[in-house]
């Protein structure tokens, strides 16, 4: 982070940047050397999940919107985001004394019981024609 830039609610603390660094690919093979801070980009990624605004949106002080939604995007596609997941899943589990993968799911039976009844049109009411119910 450059000295002048504000800090926001969404960055990364330094013990959070810690742990995801690593988990961060390297550049791509071939391609130009990586100028731009990764920390910069995962909290430029962080601020337009934290506040919502569209990638064009985001403030001057991050890196340009392009290389943030590029790397958001790259990330999703390879994964990096699941990784990342389950690697803050696991090291949560272990500092509560579980084993660091779940063991067994829970299905919620009334979410699954949705075709029973016969769909939307039995939960729908008939709708009237307009002439019908004589509001012309």
Same mark, same amino acid.
């Given at each position: 982070?450059? +000295?002048?830039?504000? /800090? *926001?609610?969404?960055?990364?603390?330094?013990?959070?940047?810690?742990?995801?660094?690593?988990?961060i690919p390297a550049a791509q093979a071939g391609g130009r050397e990586r100028?731009?801070?990764?920390? +910069? /980009?995962?909290?430029?990624?962080l601020y337009v999940n934290r506040s919502g605004c569209a990638w064009r !949106?985001?403030?001057?002080?991050?890196?340009? *919107?392009?290389?943030?939604?590029?790397?958001?995007?790259?990330?999703?596609? +390879?994964? /990096?985001?699941?990784?990342?997941?389950? !690697?803050?899943?696991?090291?949560?589990?272990?500092?509560?004394?579980?084993?660091?993968?779940?063991?067994?799911?829970?299905?919620?039976?009334?979410? /699954?019981?949705?075709? +029973?009844?016969?769909?939307?049109?039995?939960?729908?009411? !008939?709708?009237?024609?307009? !002439?019908?119910?004589?509001?012309?």
């Amino acid at each position: 982070m450059s +000295e002048t830039r504000r /800090v *926001y609610p969404s960055d990364l603390s330094d013990p959070q940047w810690a742990i995801i660094e690593p988990l961060i690919p390297a550049a791509q093979a071939g391609g130009r050397e990586r100028t731009t801070d990764m920390r +910069e /980009v995962i909290n430029g990624i962080l601020y337009v999940n934290r506040s919502g605004c569209a990638w064009r !949106a985001l403030p001057h002080d991050f890196p340009p *919107y392009g290389t943030v939604y590029y790397s958001f995007w790259r990330f999703r596609n +390879e994964g /990096v985001w699941q990784r990342i997941h389950d !690697a803050l899943r696991e090291q949560v589990r272990r500092q509560e004394g579980r084993e660091s993968t779940p063991s067994a799911g829970i299905v919620d039976s009334q979410s /699954v019981k949705t075709t +029973e009844k016969g769909g939307l049109g039995v939960t729908m009411r !008939a709708r009237r024609s307009m !002439a019908a119910s004589g509001t012309w």
